[in-house]
């Protein structure tokens, strides 16, 4: 059942009314201006580097930039006062390679005289003049969740083939600012192969990789006689081979994405037989060959992100053969061995940081805890955060400590890094400061397989639900839809687009009923900003009141119908 709306919503008449008002206030919570440029964090527990015991500090910081970190500061007058007694601060996280803001390029159309044996370059995916600057969006709701988690600077990589361009350093700062803090800061690499053309196998990427390796190395010599010899031809570089020119001349690594032992071993041996500069990232199981690694003496990104454990959990316990129970006991142990990864490294003195490429924001502190919780240490575990990607790409005169002339990028949070408890309150990137929502922690309710009895005590709650709420910049509404998946409830909301541009919807996080009392979160893209709406009410029969809280605009009356009950109420 679908209602007319009012044109502009209740999130969108919010964002342009209210926040036009909080523009002229002094606090911003979003970072998306500043109101000063010089902040103080006073009386904080500051951890300046991995292993430091942490300590009581005020950290000063102007323009992006660390001015102080002590006890005997002295603070200017326009400087805003962040108060840090109940904070714990961090250098700001290092992402070694990520794809969050790259667009993916458009596909090349083959040309008419196509020969599937010798492609074109830009066709076959052979692109190292393609940079990551050109598909680089700040304003990404990637980046937003990143920053969330914890990450103030990233090596993002452009998306493509085999070699897709080359990589760039990123602040995840104001979005309408200059972001970028190095280009080209290396030449990335896979061994993705083509599809109905050379190269179309593994082997057709090694060659392919070294026929363009090289061929640049012949060019840049017939360059150098053109020069200084006369009567040379002049030469003609493709642009593949003048982009290629500062990895043959080992001015710029080689980032080789390489996510399993078979490509790690080959990304290895062709550094050892060419003798280019190599960073491997994208790692995810490594664990058979960490001794080569090491003696490659090859800075390696791992994945952020551990396997799931469904595999494990089906396992039965009565009804199953021996074959069967030996089965589970190797994925068992293969599960084990790769969650242990982490501290293999750390043992073996490899220099290795992460990579968020593929993984999920949302998951970044509960995939750091269980590397920890499987013999991974905390000061490694923050050191793959900080300073090991710091030192991998070269920036540790700017990043991965905090100390006085290092860029102003740092997070603080409520508690120990590690800590079950502990949330990210701000971080604070390129010097803008941008404010998160403590919550409290939702306690789920209990499910059970058993199915509920309909009887008239019974909270119905799966289903269409239609809703409206007031405030003071108008009503709005949408529809609420709730089911329960393997015990878990979840769903999606919609509601007028805060742009305008009709209707938007969100999946539901963090639902729970306890009793009549149901709520949730869903998160909302509005006038530049990321806004995490909560809402909570009772339920009576088939109707709900309750409140929709958006942060730092207040609270708001809700009510809903269901429409529609589930059948598996």
Known sequence: MNKQFLKAGMLGLLVAGWLSQAAMAQSDPTGKRRVTSTYAITNATVFKAPGDPGSKATILIKDGVILGVGNSLSLPKEAKIIAGDSLFVYPGFIDGAGTM?????KDVERPKDFVSSNPPDEVAGITPWRMATDSYTAGSTQVDDWRKAGFTLSQVVPDGGMLPGKTALVLLGEAKTNNFLKANTAVAANFRSSRGMYPATIAGVMAKFRDVYQNTALVIEHERLFT???????PQASPTHTAFMPVVQKQLPVLFTASSELEIR????????LGFKLILTGLENYESVIDVIKSSGTPVLIKLQVPDDKSIKSQKADGVTEATKAQYARVKESYDKALKQAAQLEKAGILFGFSTADAKAADAQKTLKTMISNGLSEKAALAALTTNPAAILGISSMAGTLEKGKLANLVLMTDTLFKEETQIKHVIADGYVFDY??????????????????????????GLWEYTSE?????????ITLKRENGVLGGS??????SGAGKASAPIKNASLTGKTLSFEFD??????SLT?????????????GALSVPQMGSFPVKATLSSPSQAN
């Open 493 to 498: 909301i919609t509601f007028d687009d805060p």
């Open 266 to 273: 080959r990304a290895i041996a062709l550094q050892k037989e």
């Open 524 to 529: 909302v893209a509005a006038g530049g900003m």
């Open 228 to 234: 200084f010899t006369s009567g040379v031809k002049r």
């Open 437 to 462: 929502e403590i919550k409290k922690k939702v306690v789920k309710a209990e499910t059970t397989t058993a199915k509920p009895e309909a009887t008239s005590n019974a909270v119905q709650v799966e």
């Open 533 to 545: 709406v909560t809402i909570s009410g009772e339920i009576n029969g088939k109707n709900m009141e």
């Open 471 to 479: 405030t003071p910049a108008g009503s709005s509404g949408g529809e």
């Open 101 to 105: 803001g790259i667009a993916k390029p």
